[in-house]
Nanobody
Framework: QVQLVESGGGLVHTGESLRLSCAFS????????LGWFRQAPGKSRDLVAG????????HYKDAVKGRFTISRDSAKNTMYLHMNSLKPEDTAVYYC??????????????WGQGTQVNVSS
């Protein structure tokens, strides 16, 4: 029943980079927008970046603009989040999900386990 599997998180220092991957098993997801969410301790889970089904439209939370890049490969049923210049405030569990459009923070599928990103000072 697992539809979404996140990977690529880890422990890094400020200024370093990570690339997260999201593998989805439902081929229908290739025709839906996808997004990356994150949840830090004591905070809500919110949309960090979204991408349209065809990949032509993207949206980023202000806090990550210019540092994160979202992309997708429909042939591999995989979505990516390339994170550069990481900051301690980026520390969170990162999740992926299908969303109504690249701009809307609303998950349409069940949540996966997420992948932990820790950025130390």
């Amino acid at each position: 029943q697992v539809q979404l599997v996140e990977s690529g998180g880890g422990l890094v220092h400020t200024g370093e980079s990570l690339r997260l991957s999201c593998a989805f098993s439902d081929p229908d997801f290739t025709r839906y927008s996808l997004g990356w969410f994150r949840q830090a301790p004591g905070k809500s889970r919110d949309l960090v970046a979204g991408i349209s089904w065809y990949g032509g439209l993207t949206h980023y939370k202000d806090a990550v603009k210019g540092r994160f890049t979202i992309s997708r490969d429909s042939a591999k049923n995989t979505m990516y989040l390339h994170m550069n210049s990481l900051k301690p405030e980026d520390t969170a569990v990162y999740y992926c999900n299908s969303i109504p459009n690249p701009y809307t923070s609303y998950a349409l599928a069940a949540w996966g386990q997420g992948t932990q990103v820790n950025v130390s000072s």
